[in-house]
């Protein structure tokens, strides 16, 4: 019975969340002027009290009536609530929060979860088709494991074939006499071998795609099995400022929004305590007194806002109030004080976007006195860490039109997201994508020096920026060097990183590409202070990936040699680019897979047709490395191209991708048949696919 009370508690935390949540939602939309669905709210209320009461909650029970009852009349009347309602109302939610989750002792360590009367992550509510995806992707991995199998089978059988035909050979050597007619004989054996190991390395090659693909859809799908909504971390963050504000003598109201929001439960868990340090921090300094606050025209209380939203595989949450705003010239003393920033420094040191990253470094606080929930100056240097632990960022910044945001910005998952991998020095070294704003390839005359630094001048929104650079040798300790294009000019590769308004360019040999990849953090003490996490990538080499916040914060503080001598930039050995021929009979698809292409370093051929196919590798065959071509082409479509190409010995070995808008399976089965590498679909075309897929190839 306690197993099955147990489960009841637990499947009852979620419930209980999810009827709050909808009611105070409905109340704060009320704010913004929309009009509540009472009978909806009602309706919750009653869900409540019965829940509570199969739970055998009591407490829980009797405040869910009397929310019954204090929105029956409303109801009845068939009108709204009034503003006195609405707040009897979230008084009686906060009660329930905290008959729920009731305080832990004085031991507690501060800003540590309650525990719930159950624990309520034994259950996970999932949407029941994340479930039969995964299954599905299960199933299908299942099949390509046992296929490879089939083909390791077929491999040993391979292998013994041909160390019977060798013994053969030797046999045959042995007799002169005999030798002519016996090899003639053992040389038809040796074709049809061939043959076989062919088809056999072909169908291990689309077993091994296949399964790398289904690894990648396993992976996503265990994520989104993983996601939750944010208000099974963040619902009952209201009721918990509203009593952090009593406990001061303050009065504060918390608006929530985005609590729909996905996310990886363990992420959001982990920015749980991120996030009360921060309403905590709303507090101690953005409160004013009444009196300050009606002179500039604010409510009495305090607003403050939790916002989560997502977008672009990242997870956002911002906190903001309408308080008194960062004290810019105190954070900037107590900076110089504590040697932080030069005291005679250039006044650029003091911009906004600089003083702000100093927030976060620990002891750093602009309170004169210590108090219950400031003073201390640990609180924010432990919200940067937990988010740097996650794979974030944060940032301060001035509210408008008054008060303090902070911007908490992390990947969706703990462990995936996007990647821009540069490489320096024969090196490979990723960024998160999130702090990248765009990546250059210039040339070094593009360069220019503003006062012994090295910048760049670019264009943003209509108007030429300045953007300082520096080589990335100069945050990795390696010794990079400058590349060549085609016309013999050096090139490089510029990633401008962007935090708030402030803006870096990091120079490299070259930029590959952006990938999702899966992050492991590296252990401390073992890794430099600039990195981040380590990537696996897919020829099996791993690369560091940089903390973007470490790399501004030792720009802002000039810890970073931003002066350069060009002439002390050795260039790069030119390295042979890998020939691509593109044909397809449409220009518009021939022209974007070719701005593709050339984007990520590849020489490109392009073709109209089979039958110019031909032609070009009858002209160019000795340089082309891999074809990409479609299937519906007049004179010699797709089909043909794959033909004629088997039968000549000279091209039968060049990899082919077939880029087509015939799905049918029928067709995709033909491709393949005809000894197609792989086959991409055009209504779902991903140009990270046709990339990765080059790259397993090449």
Do not use: C
């Amino acid at each position: 019975m306690a197993d099955i009370r147990d489960q009841l508690l637990a499947a009852f935390s979620l419930e209980h969340r999810e009827h709050q949540t909808a009611i105070r939602e409905a109340f704060a939309r009320a704010r913004g002027g929309e009009a509540i669905d009472v009978r909806e709210v009602f309706r919750r209320a009653h869900s409540l009290k019965g829940a509570a009461r199969a739970v055998d909650l009591p407490a829980v029970e009797a405040i869910a009536h009397s929310l019954e009852t204090l929105f029956a009349p409303a109801l009845e009347a068939g009108v709204q609530f009034s503003g006195a309602e609405i707040g009897q109302a979230l008084t009686k939610l906060d009660e329930i929060e905290r008959a729920v989750n009731p305080p832990k002792p004085e031991t507690q360590a501060p800003g540590q979860d309650a525990k719930p009367a159950a624990d309520a992550t034994a259950f996970l509510r999932v949407d029941a088709e994340r479930v039969a995806q995964l299954s599905a992707t299960v199933h299908e991995l299942s099949a390509e494991i046992d296929a490879n199998a089939h083909m390791a089978e077929t491999s040993a059988a391979l292998a013994r074939e041909s160390q019977a035909l060798s013994r053969a050979i030797e046999q045959a050597l042995q007799n002169p006499q005999r030798a002519a007619q016996a090899l003639t004989g053992l040389a038809a054996q040796a074709r049809t071998l061939a043959r076989s190991a062919a088809l056999a390395a072909r169908g291990q090659a689309e077993r091994s795609w296949s399964a790398e693909r289904l690894s990648a859809q396993l992976r996503e799908d265990l994520a989104r099995i993983a996601m939750v909504s944010a208000d099974t971390v963040f619902s009952g963050m209201g009721p918990m400022l509203r009593d952090m504000a009593q406990e001061q003598g303050l009065t504060a109201e918390l608006n929530v929004s985005g609590l729909t929001t996905e996310a990886d439960r363990a992420l959001l868990q982990s920015l749980r305590d991120p996030v009360i340090q921060l309403l905590r921090n709303a507090l101690a300094h953005g409160a004013e007194a009444a009196g300050e606050r009606k002179r500039h025209g604010k409510p009495e209380a305090l607003q403050v806002s939790l916002a989560l939203s997502a977008r672009a595989g990242r997870l956002e949450l911002r906190v903001a109030d309408d308080g008194r705003g960062p004290d810019w010239r105190k954070i900037e003393s107590t900076a110089r004080a504590r040697g932080l920033i030069g005291r005679n420094e250039a006044e650029e040191t003091s911009s906004d976007d600089a003083l702000a990253s100093l927030v976060f470094e620990p002891g750093f606080s602009t309170a004169e006195h210590v108090e219950s929930i400031a003073g201390r100056g640990m609180g924010l240097s432990v919200v940067a860490e937990a988010v740097r632990r996650a794979g974030g960022a944060v940032h301060m910044r001035q509210g408008r039109p008054h008060g303090t945001e902070f911007v908490i910005s992390t990947p969706l998952t703990a462990a995936r997201q996007s990647i821009v991998l540069l490489q320096d020095a024969g090196a490979r070294f990723g960024l998160p994508a999130y702090a990248v704003e765009r990546v250059l390839d210039i040339k070094p005359a593009a360069l220019g020096l503003v006062g012994g630094r090295q910048t760049l001048s670019v264009s943003q929104d209509g108007n030429q920026i300045i953007i300082p650079v520096i080589p990335l040798s100069r945050v990795t300790g390696t010794k990079s060097a400058v590349r060549a294009d085609a016309s013999g000019e050096e090139k490089v590769a510029v990633a401008v990183l962007r935090q708030g308004e402030t803006r870096l360019g990091l120079m490299a040999d070259a930029a590959e590409d952006v990938r999702e990849a899966t992050l492991v953090n590296f252990e401390a003490g073992h890794v430099a202070p600039i990195n981040l996490a380590a990537t696996q990538l897919e020829d099996g080499e791993s690369a560091p990936v940089l903390d973007p916040e470490i790399v501004f914060q030792r720009f802002l503080r000039h810890d970073l040699d931003l002066s350069t001598d060009r002439a002390q930039i050795p260039v790069a050995a030119r390295a042979r680019k890998h020939v691509i021929l593109v044909v397809d009979d449409s220009v518009t698809t021939r022209t974007l897979e070719k701005s593709i292409l050339e984007a990520q370093g590849y020489r490109v051929i392009l073709a109209v047709d089979g039958l110019d196919a031909l032609e070009a590798l009858k002209r160019d065959g000795a340089e082309i490395d891999l074809i990409v071509a479609d299937v519906e082409m007049p004179r010699l479509d797709g089909f043909g191209l794959l033909e004629s190409l088997k039968r000549d010995a000279s091209l039968a070995r060049l990899p082919v991708i077939m880029m087509t808008s015939r799905a049918e399976q029928a067709d995709i089965e033909r491709g393949l048949g005809l000894g197609a590498d792989a086959y991409l679909v055009k209504q779902s075309f991903d140009q990270r696919e046709l990339l990765t897929t080059i790259r397993q190839l090449l």
